[in-house]
């Protein structure tokens, strides 16, 4: 059987959402003709689950009630206007519905819920896909309830990027799963925590004055009538597993030690974060020998660093990229850690004398890369994914699967046991995923 659909339903909101028409700002405009953000969360539950399945189904109906551009689509403006000439657009009332998919699967839960190498084409079993374009308009959102007889069940979540960034989707799901908390009930002498804050929906906090949008939206269809981009290798594609490694706290407090005692981190930002990217970025690097420059490119969040700061609560991609390059003889020697904690801390130091600053030619730089295979990093140990509680407790384990997308990204998320390590999540060919996790472990042992 392996993963069936069951049943496919719409969820509306409700109660009923008033709908409307947003605009993208020159945060969401580069991720226009990109894919979803997908994730999948496993949790144990060895009972049936038909009647959970229903508490996950209304609560999400009254999540959707404050999330409700997720409901609606990304389409061209009438008459090309508005934020890079595309708008998102919920008609309101019933007629805005996201799509969810209710499945059974006979995998092997323990394994696709474990951290050693998985085959991705299972995992992708667990999320939906968003429905095709319209119109050149398309979707926002979809979810997946996948069960697991008597083993556990996998919440899958696909949401187009142009719609949010990891602040906003976890935001949102947080949101889905305190309802369902509320729903399902419980310990009668246990109150469950209430619901996040609504989400902030006004777009005029996120100002313009150099027409950010439309100068970014001109680059992608320049380079759209430069011609098609060249074909991939001949052949099937090599196929791909994901697995996680987890690099603990005591692990992050030495590779800190080790930066700071090497005069790395003087006057840069040394943190978890700094540390495991950079960490992260050697294995990978090693797969990619023979260049000789490396380059990794990350996203840094914004909403704190504008002036006026843009509220936490905000709905939409609040983020910049932020580049780092350095000398891939360093970074392969003894001290490749610190040369890679170093350059990434310096990027992230450079935006405290302006978070925009250069802000204008960020996609073409993108573009430029990209022929060089930088390392890429998606999510961040901030978002909290694990303390995602559909009433069932914490995740057993929570996958970004979206990495296997773009060759050479990296998945973070905090440690899974609560006590400050990092996750790293990586999808690679089995032979180069043998050679990553050598190399992670040959690390640990020198730390």
């Known amino acids: 059987m392996a993963t069936k659909i069951v049943d496919k339903l719409t969820v509306a909101a409700s109660p009923p959402a008033a709908g409307g028409v947003l605009p993208l700002t020159f945060f969401d405009v580069p991720w226009i003709f990109t894919g979803p953000v997908e994730r999948v969360f496993f949790y144990s539950y060895p009972h049936a689950v038909e009647h959970f399945t229903a508490h996950l189904a209304s609560s999400l109906s009254a999540a959707l009630h404050g999330f409700y551009p997720l409901?609606?689509?990304?389409?061209?403006?009438?008459?090309?206007?508005?934020?890079?000439?595309?708008?998102?657009?919920?008609?309101?009332?019933?007629?805005?519905?996201?799509?969810?998919?209710?499945?059974?699967?006979?995998?092997?839960?323990e394994e696709l819920a474990g951290v050693g190498p998985r085959d991705v084409g299972k995992l992708y079993s667990l999320v939906p896909r968003l429905p095709g374009?319209?119109?050149?308009?398309?979707?926002?959102?979809?979810?997946?309830?996948t069960v697991f007889p008597n083993k556990g069940l996998a919440v899958g979540v696909s949401?187009?990027?142009?719609?949010?960034?990891?602040?906003?989707?976890?935001?949102?799901v947080k949101t889905w799963a305190a309802h369902c908390r509320l729903a399902a009930g419980g310990d009668a002498d246990?109150?469950?925590?209430?619901?996040?804050?609504?989400?902030?929906?006004?777009?005029?906090?996120?100002?313009?004055?150099?027409?950010?949008?439309?100068?970014?939206?001109?680059?992608?269809?320049?380079?759209a009538a430069s011609g098609p981009p060249p074909?991939?290798?001949?052949?099937?594609?090599?196929?791909?597993?994901?697995?996680?490694?987890?690099?603990?706290?005591?692990?992050?407090?030495?590779?800190?030690?080790?930066?700071?005692?090497?005069g790395g981190g003087g006057g840069i930002h040394c943190s978890s974060f700094t540390v495991a990217c950079a960490y992260g970025d050697l294995p990978v690097d090693v797969t990619s020998a023979g260049r000789e420059r490396a380059h990794l490119l990350f996203s840094v969040e914004c909403r704190r660093r504008l002036t006026p700061p843009v509220p936490q609560e905000y709905l939409g991609n609040c983020l910049r990229p932020c580049f780092v390059e350095v000398d891939m003889a360093g970074l392969l020697g003894?001290?490749?850690?610190?040369?890679?904690?170093?350059?990434?801390?310096?990027?992230?130091?450079?935006?405290?004398?302006?978070?925009?600053?250069?802000?204008?030619?960020?996609?073409?730089?993108?573009?430029?890369l990209l022929p060089h295979r930088p390392m890429s990093i998606g999510g961040s140990p901030r978002y909290g994914v694990y303390d995602t509680d559909f009433g069932l407790g914490r995740p057993r384990k929570v996958e970004l699967l979206s990495i296997d997308k773009t060759p050479g990204t990296v998945s973070m998320a905090e440690g899974r046991d609560g006590h400050?390590?990092?996750?790293?999540?990586?999808?690679?060919?089995?032979?180069?995923?043998?050679?990553f996790s050598s190399c992670f472990a040959d690390g640990l042992k020198q730390l």
């Open 420 to 435: 400050g390590g990092v996750e790293i999540g990586v999808a690679l060919p089995e032979a180069e995923m043998a050679q």
């Open 334 to 368: 003894a001290d490749g850690v610190v040369t890679a904690a170093t350059g990434i801390g310096a990027a992230i130091r450079g935006l405290d004398d302006g978070v925009l600053d250069g802000a204008d030619g960020g996609f073409q730089k993108i573009m430029s």
């Open 159 to 172: 949401i187009h990027h142009v719609a949010c960034d990891d602040s906003s989707f976890m935001h949102f």
């Open 190 to 223: 246990v109150v469950p925590p209430p619901p996040p804050p609504p989400p902030f929906l006004d777009r005029g906090v996120v100002a313009d004055p150099d027409g950010l949008a439309a100068k970014t939206l001109d680059q992608m269809r320049q380079l």
């Open 71 to 109: 409901l609606g689509r990304v389409r061209p403006c009438p008459g090309g206007g508005g934020g890079g000439g595309y708008e998102f657009c919920s008609t309101g009332g019933d007629a805005d519905r996201v799509e969810l998919t209710v499945a059974e699967s006979d995998h092997d839960f």
């Open 133 to 145: 374009p319209e119109d050149g308009s398309s979707a926002l959102a979809a979810v997946q309830v």
């Open 231 to 262: 074909p991939p290798p001949s052949g099937p594609p090599p196929k791909l597993f994901m697995a996680s490694f987890t690099l603990t706290r005591d692990c992050i407090d030495k590779l800190k030690q080790r930066v700071t005692a090497s």
